[in-house]
T-cell receptor, first 113, second 112 residues
Framework: AQSVTQLGSHVSVSEGALVLLRCNYSSSVPPYLFWYVQYPNQGLQLLLKYTSAATLVKGINDFEAEFKKSETSFHLTKPSAHMSDAAEYFC???????????FGKGTRLSVIA | EAGVAQSPRYKIIEKRQSVAFWCNPI?????LYWYQQILGQGPKLLIQ????????DSQLPKDRFSAERLKGVDSTLKIQPAKLEDSAVYLCASRNTGTEAFFGQGTRLTVV
């Protein structure tokens, strides 16, 4: 069975600083990996996805993530944080294009002016 | 492209009452999921449909939860009777093979 571990339930960064949100996964087969963002009282919005193509994945709003098989990691980064990036971020894994997404517990990102 | 539609957005009921949620997925998406998201946690799968058939309902509390997807399009999720611990956001998502899942805005259920 697949699983996701997000290290740090809360991350706080200054505006303009690097954002790094950590995600480690376990999967019996090459996984599909996703990062979603959730704003208060909203559903989940896809930031980026890895589906066995390029290991460095670029997403919306300058977010990117790198798939590292040897480390079973898929960490999310952004070079410069904006106030509007404050939200809850979820990493998810799926065994295939049809199987359910399994989510981590989420990381709340705070951006300090 | 229209997104995943869910209704209602909010619902408050007393324990032991029943409640139903509705989801209209993106047109053409064969896969539909219902997730439960308890405050402060990640979404947890309740049930997966492929067209109008159930693929995975292993985590659905079947003594009180039921779901159906008539004609392989819209879906409803029902809770009867509700318990206090059912208070959560219920998220519907749809997916085409090999793509990401698209989520609706969710229904926030409060059981008092």
């Amino acid at each position: 069975a697949q699983s996701v571990t997000q290290l740090g339930s809360h991350v706080s960064v200054s505006e303009g600083a690097l954002v790094l949100l950590r995600c480690n996964y376990s999967s019996s087969v090459p996984p599909y990996l996703f990062w979603y963002v959730q704003y208060p009282n909203q559903g989940l919005q896809l930031l980026l996805k890895y589906t066995s193509a390029a290991t460095l994945v670029k997403g919306i709003n300058d977010f990117e993530a790198e798939f590292k098989k040897s480390e079973t990691s898929f960490h999310l980064t952004k070079p410069s944080a904006h106030m509007s990036d404050a939200a809850e971020y979820f990493c998810a894994v799926s065994l295939s294009g049809n199987t359910p997404l399994v989510f981590g517990k989420g990381t709340r990102l705070s951006v300090i002016a | 492209e229209a997104g995943v539609a869910q209704s209602p957005r909010y619902k408050i009921i007393e324990k032991r009452q029943s409640v139903a949620f509705w989801c209209n997925p993106i047109s053409g998406h064969a896969t539909l999921y219902w997730y439960q998201q308890i405050l402060g946690q990640g979404p947890k799968l309740l049930i997966q449909f492929q067209n109008n058939g159930v693929v995975d309902d292993s985590q659905l509390p079947k003594d009180r939860f039921s779901a159906e997807r008539l004609k392989g399009v819209d879906s409803t999720l029902k809770i009867q009777p509700a318990k206090l611990e059912d208070s959560a956001v219920y998220l519907c998502a749809s997916r085409n093979t090999g793509t990401e899942a698209f989520f609706g805005q969710g229904t926030r259920l409060t059981v008092v």
